[in-house]
Nanobody
Framework: VQLQASGGGLVQPGGSLRLSCTAS????????VAWFRQAPGKERERVSCIRASNNATTSADSVKGRFTISRDNAKNAVNLQMNSLKPEDTAVYYC??????????????????WGQGTEVTVSS
């Protein structure tokens, strides 16, 4: 069972990136999936989350209106579309999965499987 995060890179402020989280060995459909990020010297924070039960989504206030999380079941993936990127979005982004019903609002410990991270740099 492996999670793979991809799609990071260098982008100018105001630009867009789409991150993708894919799984091998199991289907993401039955899991709550979240994207987290960790900037240098800062704690890891949850960015966006999509629930297994009804695909309801939540996002951190800092990215609301700019980031969108969605499922692509045909590709067994969960994507994070990031628009209007800012320098403060610079971080390593991780995806993670959980079976816990309250994972999107609960502690990060509810997430059991983690991808390796993909780096996003927003700079001119």
């Amino acid at each position: 069972v492996q999670l793979q995060a991809s799609g990071g890179g260098l982008v100018q402020p105001g630009g867009s990136l789409r991150l993708s989280c894919t799984a091998s060995g199991y289907s993401l459909r039955g899991y709550t999936v979240a994207w987290f990020r960790q900037a240098p010297g800062k704690e890891r924070e949850r960015v966006s989350c999509i629930r297994a039960s009804n695909n309801a989504t939540t996002s951190a206030d800092s990215v609301k209106g700019r980031f969108t999380i969605s499922r692509d079941n045909a590709k067994n993936a969960v994507n994070l579309q990031m628009n209007s990127l800012k320098p403060e979005d610079t971080a390593v982004y991780y995806c993670a999965t959980s079976r816990h019903i309250y994972a999107c609002s609960g502690p990060q410990e509810y997430f059991i499987s983690w991808g390796q991270g993909t780096e996003v740099t927003v700079s001119s």
